[in-house]
């Protein structure tokens, strides 16, 4: 088995309005598809990437391994520069 460890968001409530960070192992073999994202939380927005695993479940990981982020680009763990213009696209640092 090839395991590695992730942060997953889970939500803290039973309503999913607060989300919190958990480690989480995955074994490889079983990831589907890994996908990057923008990941809106109240206080800011970060880069993040959906995971689907073989069993059709789908996670939201804000942090990923290193040979994986080599593999997928290492511009989307850079972080963004949020704007209150709504127009305005996010940047990378």
């Known amino acids: 088995m090839n395991f590695r460890k992730f942060v997953v968001l889970t939500p ?14 995955f074994n490889l073999d079983h ?4 996908k990057p994202i923008r990941i ?13 695993t073989t069993n059709g479940k789908k996670y939201k990981a804000t942090k990923i391994p290193d040979d994986l982020i ?4 290492e511009k989307y763990i850079l972080p963004l520069t949020a704007t209150t213009d709504p ?7």
């Open 70 to 73: 080599q593999l997928i680009g």
């Open 40 to 52: 809106n939380r109240p206080d800011k927005l970060i880069n993040g990437f959906w995971i689907r």
């Open 31 to 34: 990831i589907v598809s890994l």
């Open 87 to 93: 127009d305005a696209q996010p940047s990378f640092q």
């Open 12 to 25: 803290k409530d039973t309503l999913g309005r607060d989300m919190e960070e958990v480690e989480m192992l």
